[in-house]
């Protein structure tokens, strides 16, 4: 049974370019949510996808955007680069009417120069 | 807003002891979730035990245990029986169950070091 799969693993991106990172959920998970974690910090929630709509979203700027597909599949987008965006941003997938703990991905880790 | 705090930054245990990780928090929901999550080098945030606010009994999971105190707001983990596996960051985090706000947050870990 596959876990959560995250894609790049690294990814090296320079001031002010784009970046699209991916997520393949759990399978049977239908609801996807994505979490930035700064050196040394705790993961930040950004937004989180449900039936291939934004439902719910932390405080982060309109920079950060996202997809998810039919297939429950999800994008992260992050637009005009800063230094302050390096991280490792963690997807964490779910079944959408289930409390359970979420399911995290290894992430990707995303440095910009 | 929910807060999560972790006053231990950093831990260190000898091997086969047991050590507490603290962890409280603030809300003024009457019902929700708790974890502890584990990240090792890895990176991969894995859950190691779960607790439903409506649920007085502690959860258990082979080697871990929590100390839930509601009213204090209060989920303490214990690890028994220490190995270097568990050598990680540790994270408590809470999760709503009001309405549609279905995030995690994170309190900001503490560090365990596992002494052979």
């Known amino acids: 049974d596959a876990g959560v799969t995250q894609s790049p693993t690294h990814l090296i991106k320079t001031r002010g370019q784009q970046v699209t990172l991916r997520c393949s959920p759990k399978s049977g998970h239908d609801t996807v949510s994505w979490y930035q974690q700064a050196l040394g910090q705790e993961p930040q929630f950004i937004f989180q996808?449900?039936?291939?709509?934004?439902?719910q979203r932390g405080n982060f700027p309109d920079r950060f955007s996202g997809h998810q597909f039919p297939n429950y599949s999800s994008e992260l987008n992050v637009n005009a680069l800063l230094l302050g965006d390096s991280a490792l941003y963690l997807c964490?997938?779910?079944?959408?009417?289930?409390?359970?703990?979420?399911?995290f991905g290894s992430g990707t880790r995303l440095t910009v120069v | 807003a929910q807060t999560v705090t972790q006053s231990q930054p950093e831990m260190s245990v000898q091997e086969a002891e047991t050590v507490t990780l603290s962890c409280t928090y603030d809300t003024s929901e009457s019902d929700y979730y708790l974890f502890w999550y584990k990240q090792p080098p890895s990176r991969q945030m894995i859950l190691v035990i779960r607790q439903e606010a409506y649920k007085q009994q502690n959860a258990t999971e082979n080697r871990f245990s929590v100390n839930f105190q509601k009213a204090a707001k209060s989920f303490s983990l214990k690890i028994s029986d220490s190995q270097l596996g568990d050598a990680a960051m540790y994270f408590c985090a809470y999760r709503s169950l009001v309405g549609r706000d279905d995030k995690i947050i994170f309190g900001k870990g503490t560090r365990l070091h596992i002494l052979p």
């Open positions: 964490a997938s779910s079944f959408g009417g289930s409390y359970q703990g979420y399911t």
């Open positions: 996808y449900y039936e291939e709509e934004e439902r």
